[in-house]
């Protein structure tokens, strides 16, 4: 059974008069335990989709099924099983970080000691100890950040929304955000959703990547498939000395683009064959000095899906 199964979801917002398409038959699955991305540019229903699944907002056609349930009609149920972490957060301002959790907790249906224990988890999980006193509105963005994240494994749920998990964060608590997520989905074994703006993010946290492109759901595989599917190839530089025919580079099979600097070339191709040797056996009448190779990554992805 699939954690989340979407069928032909559409979502419109009425502006003034006027009614505005945001999502368009969106269709896709959500493996238990899997790492699922939901990418995109700027305004292309991320946030839209993810309060959808989430079941902060209603589709206004198709079919969503969370956890084995319809998440039109059994919305408490899942609820109760799911959590969401904001990219905006938002808390009582005058509560402080633990009195801010305590009371999650307790929307959450917990009480006596497991409450307490599952606030001081959460506290110690994300290093909020030395703010725990503090009030919400005392908090650097970062912080307030943590503490929506801290908030989305209070009830241990089997679906963790993430939405721009680590914007705002300085990059080491960044990092040690993602390897905290990493850690929570491996130990738990629970599924991720997350939306995000930093590519090697998703490269790095991410199993299968949604890519959204005006609400139209415009590529959906793993980052490995992504590139290739999108034939974006590796990046190879070669300084090398004496004399060499571009041309010989220019029709080798795989070869997409050629760009010749002095003493050096520029090359785009495709990895997958035997494209490799080929164009270093074009440089067999000259010395090669020095080579680099780029692999492509979901940077380029995303730009080209973006245009
Ligand atoms: N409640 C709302 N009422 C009217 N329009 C809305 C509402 N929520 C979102 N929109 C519009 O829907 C579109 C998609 O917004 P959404 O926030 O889902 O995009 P996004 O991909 O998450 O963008 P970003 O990367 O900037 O966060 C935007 O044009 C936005 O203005």
């Known amino acids: 059974m699939p954690a989340l199964r979407a069928e032909k979801i559409c979502k419109s917002f009425r502006r003034l008069f006027k009614e505005k398409m945001i999502l368009f038959d ?157 850690k929570i989905y491996q130990e738990e074994e629970i599924t991720v959703v997350l939306t995000t703006h930093y590519m090697p993010e998703a490269e790095e946290l991410c199993d299968r990547i949604a890519f959204l492109r005006e609400g139209r759901l415009a590529a959906l595989g793993t980052p490995k498939e992504l590139k290739r599917a999108l034939q974006i190839g590796h990046r190879i530089t070669i300084e090398y000395q004496g004399v060499i025919d571009p041309v010989r580079l220019r029709i080798i099979p795989g070869v997409m683009e050629v760009r010749e600097l002095s003493g050096r070339v520029e090359m785009i191709f495709d990895h997958s064959g035997r494209t490799f040797s080929t164009i270093i056996k074009a440089f067999d009448g000259a010395d090669i000095l020095d080579i680099e190779i780029e692999q492509p990554d979901l940077e380029d992805v995303f730009l080209e899906l973006a245009r």
């Open 26 to 182: 969106i269709s896709l699955s959500i493996e238990e335990g899997e790492v699922f991305g939901i990418l995109g540019p700027n305004g292309a229903g991320k946030t839209t989709l993810m309060s959808i699944f989430s079941t902060l907002i209603r589709p206004d056609g198709g079919s969503l099924e969370v956890l084995g349930r319809d998440a039109l009609r059994d919305t408490h149920a899942i609820r109760e099983r799911i959590n969401i972490s904001s990219g905006n957060p938002n808390f009582p301002w005058s509560l402080t970080v633990r009195e801010n959790l305590r009371h999650s907790a307790m929307l959450y249906g917990l009480y006596g000691r497991s409450l307490y224990r599952s606030v001081d988890d959460a506290i110690s999980a994300f290093e909020l100890g030395p703010q725990s006193d503090a009030k919400f509105e005392t908090l650097s963005t970062g912080q307030k950040q943590r503490v929506s994240l801290a908030k989305s494994i209070l009830n241990r749920p089997q679906i963790l929304f993430l939405d721009e998990p680590t914007s705002g964060l300085d990059p080491e608590m960044a990092m040690k955000t993602r390897d905290l997520i990493k």
